[in-house]
T-cell receptor
Framework: QQQVKQSPQSLIVQKGGISIINCAYE??????FPWYQQFPGKGPALLIA?????SEKKEGRFTISFNKSAKQFSLHIMDSQPGDSATYFC???????????FGKGTRLSVIA | DSGVTQTPKHLITATGQRVTLRCSPR?????VYWYQQSLDQGLQFLIQ???????AKGNILERFSAQQFPDLHSELNLSSLELGDSALYFC?????????????FGPGTRLLVL
């Protein structure tokens, strides 16, 4: 019930292409869905987050798509750049005092 | 720079030993989280403190303990270390500790148990 399943585990995308990372959850009480980005040797940092009252949120080249009925959400990186190469974690919570539940991460490599 | 500091950056020790990892949260943040990151398990939540009190507990082993001090810094104590405890340990902080808040992660402590 508390898991967040993330796929793929790793992803290689050509420069300029679209990177897509998917996550699925079971707990219908979840109402906050952030994505964290982690560069090698650094701690994760919040990239973008969404609540289920909207189906999509866009910030620059990064877009979260949310499907409440399917209990799935995804991160799209448009015009992927080598500088986007990092590990991406999706997460979910019920906005209260229960901790964020993280997916296992996707290692993205953008090649020129 | 997230404003969260962690020391030491690297730690090499032997099985059976005990180590202490230290974390200073961002100025103004009252809540501290500890995570363990290994290659196959991703980010595992260990424990959360808010203003000195334990708020939530995750997959923290009995050999591990933590506390948050009055000045809000936190320490994670790992004892009777095993090879499998080798991992990156992250501390994060947030203002009030609600799970919908942004968590700011420190640079991590890399622990190697030989």
């Amino acid at each position: 019930q508390q898991q967040v399943k993330q796929s793929p585990q790793s992803l290689i995308v050509q420069k300029g292409g679209i990177s897509i990372i998917n996550c699925a959850y079971e707990n219908t009480a979840f109402d906050y869905f952030p994505w964290y980005q982690q560069f090698p040797g650094k701690g994760p940092a919040l990239l973008i987050a969404i609540r289920p009252d909207v189906s999509e949120k866009k910030e620059g080249r990064f877009t979260i798509s949310f499907n409440k009925s399917a209990k799935q959400f995804s991160l799209h990186i448009m015009d992927s750049q080598p500088g986007d190469s990092a590990t991406y974690f999706c997460a979910a919570s019920d906005s209260g005092n229960t901790p964020l539940v993280f997916g296992k991460g996707t290692r993205l490599s953008v090649i020129a | 720079d997230s404003g969260v500091t962690q020391t030491p950056k690297h730690l090499i020790t032997a099985t059976g030993q005990r180590v202490t990892l230290r974390c200073s949260p961002r100025s103004g943040d009252l809540s501290v989280y500890w995570y363990q990151q290994s290659l196959d398990q991703g980010l595992q939540f260990l424990i959360q403190y808010y203003n000195g009190e334990e708020r939530a507990k995750g997959n923290i082993l009995e050999r591990f303990s933590a506390q948050q001090f009055p000045d809000l810094h936190s320490e994670l104590n790992l004892s009777s270390l095993e090879l499998g405890d080798s991992a990156l340990y992250f501390c994060a902080s947030s203002v009030t500790g609600l799970s919908s808040e942004t968590q700011y992660f420190g640079p991590g402590t890399r622990l190697l148990v030989l």
